[in-house]
C-alpha cells in the first residue's frame, strides 16, 4: 500500500508540473487548473488511503467541509474581489503549515524519542514564513477590502524593529534546540512570526499590491514545502517547491515592471509616494469629449488599443467592453487589449475580468508585444487605468514612478480616457496623459458612459 501512495504521489507531481506549464498560456489555463486540480485530488485520496482507519471519518469530514466552504465563495465571490480572495487563500495556506508546524512540535516532544534536527529545522521554518504568510495576507486582504488604508503605513525605527525582531527570533530557535522541551521558546517564535508578518506588509502601498500578493503566494509554497518535511510527504514538498519557486519568478516579473527590486519589496516601505511640484509635474489643462463625439472617433477609426485598469473592474465594465468591441469589429476595426503587468490588484487580473466577458486570450496583448503599436494606432481607449499610461515613468526624474515601464498610450493619434473624476492614481500623482493635446477626457462610471457611446454606435450603423 505505502508504494501506491507513493505512485499516487508522483503522479500528482507531474500533474502539478503540467498544469503549471499550462498556466503559463492564457488559452490553455482552463486546462492547466483542471490538470493541477485532479493531481491535488489524486494526492487527497492517497493520504486518506494511507491513514489509520480510526482517523478516517475526521478527516473525510473536514476535507467535505472544507470543499463546501471553498464551493460557496467560489460562486458567492465577484471577479473584482479575486484579489481579495488570492490574499486569504494565501493566508490559510500559511496558517495551515503553522498549526501543521506547532501540532507536530507538542506531539513529538511529548514522545521518548523527542525530535530529531530536520524535524526541528523544519518546525521553526514553518512557523516562521507560515506566521508571517498568515498575517501579512490578512493585512495585504484588508488592504484591499479597504477595510486599512491602502497608503504605506511607516513609523520611525521600523526597519530596525524588524530587523531585531529577527534576530530574536533566531536566538530562540537556538534555545528550542538546545531544550527542545520547553515550550516557552516556541511561543516567542511563534509571536515574532506573526507580529513581523504584520510590520513587513504594513509598510507597503496599495500599488504595489500585486508584487504582495505574489510574494505571499510564494510563502505559502515555501511553508508548504518546509510543512512536507515535517509530516515526511513528499507530494507536499514538491507542491510546495513549485508554488515557491514559481511565485518567486512571477514576483521578479512584477518588480521588473514596476521598475523595483526585490530587495525593495523583502525590506517593505515600498510604494511610498512623493509629493510637491517635482513629483506632480507641470500644471496640466485637460480637454473634455462627450458620449457622441467619442462615439464618432470610434466610429471613424481604423485601429483601437484599449488599456484596461482597476477602476474597469470596479465598474465591471468588461462587458460593455465586449459590446464596444463587437461594435467595432462589425465596421472592420482591428481591436485589441493592452495589458500592463501590474494592472489591476494582482497579477492577471485584467486577463480574468475580460476572459470572463467572453473575450477571446487571442485579443489580450502584453505590453512588450504591443508597445511599438501604439505610434501606429487611431485611436487608445483608456479604461480605468493611470499610473501604468503615465508618461511622467519616462520624462520626469523627480517622479515616484520614473523608470517604471508603461503602455506607450500617449504616442497614439487619440487617446480617449475613461474615468469617474480627475482623482489621482495609488502612485499619488497627475496623470501627465491626461493634459497631452491628444488626449480627451470622458468622465462618468465606465459602465455607464460606455453603454451610452455603444448606443450611439448603434444608432449610426
Known amino acids: 500500500m ?55 471519518p475526521e478527516m473525510l469530514a473536514c ?131 506573526l507580529v513581523l508578518g504584520i510590520l513587513t506588509v504594513i509598510p507597503i502601498g ?39 519557486a514559481s511565485g518567486i519568478i512571477l514576483t521578479q516579473i512584477m518588480c521588473k515592471a514596476m521598475n523595483r527590486s526585490l530587495v525593495n519589496v523583502l525590506l517593505g516601505g515600498f510604494g511610498q509616494t512623493v509629493s510637491g511640484p517635482a513629483a506632480d509635474g507641470p500644471q496640466i489643462v485637460i480637454k473634455e469629449v462627450g458620449v457622441e463625439e467619442a462615439a464618432m472617433l470610434f466610429d471613424s477609426a481604423s485601429s483601437v488599443i484599449v488599456v484596461p485598469g482597476y477602476g474597469m473592474a470596479v465598474a465591471q465594465a468588461q462587458h460593455v467592453i465586449r459590446e464596444l468591441m463587437e461594435q467595432c469589429e462589425k465596421r472592420n476595426i482591428d481591436f485589441r487589449f493592452a495589458i500592463h503587468p501590474v494592472a489591476g490588484r494582482m497579477p492577471g487580473h485584467m486577463n480574468v475580468l475580460l476572459a470572463e466577458a467572453n473575450i477571446s486570450y487571442d485579443k489580450l496583448i502584453e505590453m512588450e508585444a504591443i508597445n511599438d503599436d501604439f505610434s501606429n494606432t487611431d485611436l487608445v481607449f483608456v479604461v480605468g487605468a493611470n499610473d501604468v499610461v503615465n508618461p511622467a515613468a519616462r520624462t520626469n526624474p523627480a517622479s515616484p514612478i520614473f523608470g517604471m515601464p508603461i503602455l506607450n498610450a500617449d504616442k497614439a493619434r487619440t487617446v480617449i480616457v475613461s474615468k469617474r473624476s480627475m482623482g489621482k492614481g495609488y502612485a499619488g500623482i497627475e496623470n501627465e496623459l491626461f493634459g497631452y493635446p491628444n488626449c480627451l477626457m470622458l468622465f462618468g462610471d465606465a459602465k455607464q458612459t460606455i453603454t451610452k457611446v455603444v448606443g450611439e454606435m448603434k444608432e449610426m450603423s
Not at 511529548?110 to 525530535?115: D, P, R, T, V
Open 2 to 56: 505505502s508504494n501506491l501512495v507513493q505512485i499516487a504521489y508522483l503522479i500528482s507531481s507531474i500533474l502539478f508540473i503540467l498544469g503549471i506549464k499550462f498556466l503559463g498560456k492564457t488559452k490553455d489555463a482552463r486546462k492547466g487548473n483542471v490538470l493541477s486540480a485532479v493531481g491535488m485530488l489524486l494526492a487527497i485520496v492517497a493520504t486518506l488511503v494511507n491513514l489509520n482507519l480510526a482517523t478516517f
Open 63 to 193: 476535507v467535505l467541509l472544507g470543499g463546501v466552504i471553498g464551493l460557496y465563495y467560489a460562486r458567492k465571490v465577484e471577479m473584482t474581489k479575486i484579489p481579495e480572495m488570492v490574499a486569504l487563500f494565501n493566508g490559510f495556506g500559511g496558517l495551515a503549515s503553522f498549526a501543521v508546524a506547532l501540532s507536530d512540535f507538542f506531539l513529538k516532544s511529548q514522545l521518548i524519542e523527542g525530535l530529531d534536527t530536520v524535524n526541528l529545522i523544519s518546525i521553526i521554518l514553518s512557523i516562521l514564513i507560515g506566521g508571517v504568510t498568515f498575517t501579512g495576507s490578512m493585512v495585504a486582504f484588508l488592504k484591499l477590502d479597504g477595510k486599512v488604508s491602502g497608503q504605506p503605513i511607516t513609523f520611525k525605527g521600523q526597519h530596525l524593529i524588524n530587523l531585531m525582531l529577527l534576530i530574536v527570533f533566531v536566538v530562540a530557535a537556538v534555545l528550542v534546540f538546545l531544550n527542545p522541551g520547553n515550550p516557552l521558546f516556541i511561543a516567542v517564535l511563534v509571536v515574532i512570526a
Open 206 to 244: 496599495g500599488a504595489d499590491m500585486p508584487v504582495v500578493i505574489s510574494l505571499l503566494n510564494s510563502y505559502s509554497g515555501m511553508a508548504a514545502c518546509a510543512t512536507g518535511f515535517i509530516l515526511n510527504n513528499n507530494v507536499l514538498i514538491v507542491a510546495g517547491s513549485l508554488v515557491g
